[in-house]
């Protein structure tokens, strides 16, 4: 009994049984599986990509093995899985497959085709303009958040303005007027960057004293921004710039990104503005770290989650925006295939040939909701207060 | 101090939560009484299960993920986990209320404090609206609540830390109950309002004759009023005993340990004695007796079996066979 | 209080500057000009180019076409530049066709996400959330103009009732019930549809604020005192809910003006939409230029509403 005691007491600590650890991965596994739908929204997704992407090696090329261009007026709208009447085609009109998949629209153009084409359009506008807004948003939102309380001063407003000035007089054709402002301003900015080191004087004149006082903050500034921003419809403004600009898929991206990243911008300004008051940003700080070091491995990697989630249902709504824009004839050009265009000239003959509604109308729904669930998904997993309640 | 008769009796109570996947056994299989007009402490570390056995009582563990599985808790001769919802409203608030630990977070923000205890008084009682004012200013005055006319229109957010935590009592009191369940009440307080809410407590009690069920982790303020105590660790009662049993001669390893980490006048200058270790994950406690990881006295037997209740006499049990040879106990 | 909205006021208004500026500038200086004014349109003469360029002051710098519209804007003096009307008055016409529309659709919206939110967040995890909850994903995603299809092809089939339009063309001397009827047809799909969205999206967002708040202490609290279920979802819950929703009747307002322009489209109605869309179609840049601001004013006009909406319900925020 002594023995047994003394031994015990020797090793005194005996781990008591511990949960089994889990890495966060497993974690984000464990949950992310339990979410069936968030499975099949990702399990969509990636089916989604796989057919943009051949889709977009079987349509194109100057010989395509789907041609969606091809017209056929004697085989026009025909229903979903029509056999070709082979003796009025020519050998090179006679579909890939030897069968109509989802039929024909007016021009007797395989719609089976049209469809792959038009996936590569969603993917890559749906992933390029969220790409644009995410980095638009996190560049504004990082400065926001974690530069923020810095002060622009009043000269920096001005000339900017001046410069802005300068360059558009230059572009209206007033050549000589605007290149002398830019000169100007420019000499100004530099004389600004070599006189700071001198800064002796006892007494500042007032008119110095005015331009170097701090006219509002950083944040101020791009939270107004952000304001104005959201002042415009953004339908409706997308619309405007789409229609006034030249026709291009590039064109809609572009508008869809510059009109939607403000609310990357809000959510990355809170977490930047959270996560820059915890004790291991002041620990990185204290070891001297540079703020790019911090701001990249230390704050950006915390506050990745909520934007990839916003990014993900940002994706299935440049999708709708742009089937909207296509729907309403704005966008690529004929006779490139959107699903919004099929759908479009599909409304002229919704009684008689409802297939050209409903294949694009149901391939667009999908498409969304799989991201939407996939994000919805992400977003209770990521979020632990959430997930607890469930 | 005898009263005998039992108020609240709670038998082999079991409740365990289903969290990520493992089953949690909050509460093991405790045990306790409270007698009339009696001041009844239950004591242990944060995560030992005090909160779910107190909430058990009163039905409001929220399920899921939580499940009473096993035993009675037998309120003036009702069993309380039998009741349905219906039944188990007209116990809650009117025969035994509780006093919650976060007074900021406990009061409804966008109600007035007159409003929120009126409507306890409503909920048990028919009273006409100028007899339910009077009485809530009344209710105020009793818990100290200074101009009490005044401020029973103010929102909590309008009081300080101590009074919102006056006024939860007030509304705990307010339909004079056999029983009140105090949550750690004195936790996110203040020392010298903690002194002060406990008086409140005591002098209360004296006065309307009821009886309190007290939870806590401080020892301190458990002497203070007391007069049994129950010691919990990781969901299971390990001593039991009259606050003189308790402070004086305590039994378990575990109790011991608690009293030598109290600071006191005689200790000055020393270093505080700790336990080491922390309390197991309540998913994955030690198999035998659960403390015997942090435990200085433990025997081989310890990691094998699980200890039974040994009888120090004059209601004094604990459950640890090793340290004192009980009456009677084989071994 | 006052100085808030003295704050408010001048905030606003300085976004209200900068909003119009940008819109200015995002228009004018998109290539392409006005199909009146542009020399390679064969329908007008050079002669008749250039009076209508002195006309609308384009050949004036970008500025003082600024200030010429804007003057012009807030002396109610705008027209059209395809037609010669005043705008003001245009948009009133039209707002007026759209207003239904918005009454009926927010009214919709409202009156249906309230009660399934709630239901879901106090049945979460049972097969009625769960359903609430897909079907709501089904309708975030669901494309709007194919979703009319969709109704627009069942109504017809089965109920035969005429829904393109504000009123069936040619019923003039119908019986007045039968006008109203036809009326209230036409506007219930469209007005549907227009909610559909805000169903979604509004039901799903009482849902989570109802979960955040039934996980409150005053929750415990409340069921501690011995009340009974209903009152603690429905008065202790729900009124803590509610707060963040205050300030949304504050922000729909904007959607007076935007209006749907694929649906007002789709179903041939004479509304706000319409009008944008066909504006943007001919380069009417004065209706455009008016539509933006005006939305511009009312959006910052309901965040304003809100703000103050909040100060009034929410207790813990006083100036």
Redesign the interface.
């Known amino acids: 009994m002594n023995m047994v005691e003394k031994k015990l007491s020797n090793d005194f600590y005996i781990e008591s049984p511990l949960p089994p650890k889990r890495t966060r991965m497993q974690e984000f596994q464990r949950h992310f599986g339990q979410n069936r739908l968030a499975i099949l929204g990702l399990f969509i997704f990636i089916l989604f990509f796989c057919c943009a992407v051949t889709g977009l090696f079987l349509t194109s090329g100057s010989r395509p093995i789907f041609d969606p261009a091809m017209v056929r007026l004697q085989e026009k709208l025909r229903p979903p899985l029509a056999k070709p009447n082979l003796d009025s085609l020519q050998p090179q009109e006679v579909p890939a497959l030897g069968v109509y998949l989802m039929g024909t629209d007016d021009l007797g153009r395989d719609v089976f085709a049209r469809m792959l084409q038009g996936a590569w359009v969603s993917l890559t506008v749906g992933f390029v303009a969220v790409g644009i807004s995410v980095l638009i948003g996190i560049f504004m939102g990082g400065i926001a958040g974690y530069f923020g309380q810095h002060h622009i001063r009043t000269d920096h407003i001005l000339f900017t303005l001046a410069l802005i000035l300068g360059t558009g007089l230059v572009i209206v054709n007033y050549t000589f007027i605007g290149i002398v402002i830019i000169l100007l301003c420019l000499a100004y900015i530099f004389y600004s960057c070599l006189a700071r080191h001198e800064s002796t004087e006892k007494e500042t004149p007032v008119l110095k004293a005015v331009l170097h006082s701090n006219a509002v903050s950083v944040d101020t500034l791009i939270m107004r921004i952000v304001d104005i921003m959201l002042c415009f419809p953004s339908f409706f403004l997308i619309l405007t710039v789409v229609a006034l600009l030249p026709a291009s898929i590039y064109n809609i991206m572009i508008v869809i990104g510059l009109t939607s990243w403000m609310g990357t911008t809000r959510f990355v300004r809170a977490e930047f503005l959270s996560l820059r008051e915890q004790d291991f940003v002041a620990a990185a700080k204290a070891l001297g770290l540079s703020n790019f070091r911090i701001i990249f491995r230390h704050i950006m990697p915390n506050a990745i989650a909520p934007v990839l989630v916003s990014a993900t249902i940002g994706i299935a709504s440049a999708i709708l925006t742009e089937a909207g824009l296509s729907f309403l004839g704005f966008g690529v050009p004929p006779p490139h295939a959107t699903w919004g265009n099929i759908l479009s000239n599909g409304k002229n003959f919704i009684f008689d040939a409802p297939w050209l509604t409903f294949i694009p109308g149901v391939a667009i729904l999908i498409v969304v909701l799989s991201f939407n669930l996939f994000g919805e998904g992400l977003r209770d997993v990521m979020n632990p207060k959430l997930r607890e309640r469930h | 101090m005898t009263h005998d008769r039992p108020l609240l009796c709670v038998e082999n109570l079991k409740v365990y939560f289903q969290s990520n ?2 089953r949690a056994h909050a509460v093991d299989g405790i045990s306790f009484e409270v007698r009339e007009k009696e001041t009844v402490c239950i004591v242990g570390e944060s995560g030992c299960g005090k909160t779910v056995s107190a ?1 058990s009582i ?1 039905g ?1 563990i929220p399920t899921p993920p939580g499940e009473i599985v096993d035993g009675q808790i037998i309120f003036s001769g009702q069993n309380l986990i039998n009741l349905d ?1 219906k039944a188990m ?6 025969h035994i ?2 006093v ?1 630990q ?1 007074p900021l ?7 007035t404090i007159g409003d929120q205890i009126g ?2 008084v409503r ?2 009682q028919q009273i006409d609206t100028e007899a339910l004012f009077q009485y809530c200013v009344q209710l105020l005055n009793d818990v100290g609540i200074p101009s009490p006319k005044q401020r029973i229109n103010d ?1 909590p ?1 309008q009081l300080s830390g101590g009074q919102r935590q006056r006024v ?1 009592i007030a ?1 705990a009191l307010a339909c004079d109950p056999d029983l009140i369940i105090a949550d750690e009440p004195t936790t996110a307080l203040d020392v010298t309002v903690q002194a002060q809410i406990l008086a409140l407590l005591r002098s209360i009690q004296k006065k309307r004759s009821m009886s309190v069920l007290y939870i806590s982790h401080d020892l301190g303020v458990v002497s203070a009023i007391a007069d049994r105590i129950y010691v919990m660790y990781a969901g299971i009662m390990v001593e039991q005993g009259n606050t003189d049993q308790i402070f004086r001669s305590a039994r378990h390893p575990y109790t011991q340990g608690l009293l030598a980490s109290l600071p006191s006048p005689s200790k000055r200058g020393k270093r505080l004695h700790s336990i ?2 922390t309390v ?2 309540p ?4 198999k035998g007796c659960p403390f ?3 435990c ?1 006295q ?3 037997s310890c ?1 094998q079996e699980y200890p039974g209740m040994c009888d120090y006499g004059e209601g004094h049990l604990a459950r640890c066979p090793v340290l004192f040879k009980p009456k009677g106990y084989p071994g | 209080m006052l100085s808030f909205i003295g704050r408010s006021v001048v905030q606003k208004t300085i976004t209200l500057f900068f909003v119009s500026i940008v819109s200015f500038l995002i228009i004018h200086l998109a290539p392409g000009s006005p199909s009146q004014v542009d020399p390679m349109n064969p329908k007008f003469t050079p002669e008749m180019v250039e009076r209508f360029q002195k006309e609308f002051h384009l050949d004036k710098p970008l500025y003082i076409q600024y200030i010429y519209f804007y003057q012009d804007l807030f002396t109610g003096k705008t027209v059209s530049w395809k037609d010669n009307q005043s705008v003001l008055k245009k948009i009133w016409e039209r707002f007026l066709n759209s207003l239904p529309l918005f009454v009926v659709g927010t009214l919709i919206t409202w009156t249906l996400s309230f009660p399934v939110g709630i239901r879901s967040a106090i049945f979460r995890g049972g097969i009625y959330d769960r359903s609430a909850t897909f079907i709501s994903y089904v309708l975030i995603s669901i494309p709007g103009f194919f979703f009319a299809y969709v109704l627009i092809i069942f109504v017809v089939t089965y109920f035969h009732v005429p829904v393109i339009g504000m009123e069936t063309f040619g019923i003039g001397d119908a019986p007045a019930t039968y006008l109203f009827m036809d009326r209230i047809w036409h506007l219930v799909l469209p007005s549907m549809l227009g909610a559909t969205g805000g169903i979604a999206v509004l039901s799903r967002y009482v849902r989570s604020q109802m979960l955040e708040v039934e996980g409150q202490d005053y929750i415990r609290t409340a069921r501690a005192k011995g009340l009974p279920a209903e009152q603690v979802h429905y008065k202790h819950a729900l009124r803590n809910a509610l707060l963040p929703f205050v300030t949304m009747f504050g922000l729909i307002l904007p959607g007076l003006i935007g209006g749907s322009v694929i649906i007002e489209s789709i179903f041939s109605w004479p509304g706000m939409g319409r009008m944008a869309y066909e504006a943007v179609l001919a380069r009417d840049y004065p209706i455009i230029l008016t539509v933006n601001f005006v939305s511009a004013v009312l959006v910052l006009a309901g965040t304003f509403i809100s703000d103050l909406l909040y100060l009034v319900v929410d207790p813990r925020i006083r100036l």
């Open positions: 996947g493992a909430l009163l409001l919802e409203q007209k116990i809650r608030g009117n209320s509780m919650f976060e977070t406990s009061l409804n923000p966008v109600f409507e306890a909920t048990h929102y957010h939860m509304m080491p270790g197991p994950n998913a994955y406690k030690p015997h990881p942090r200085r433990k025997i081989l990691q």
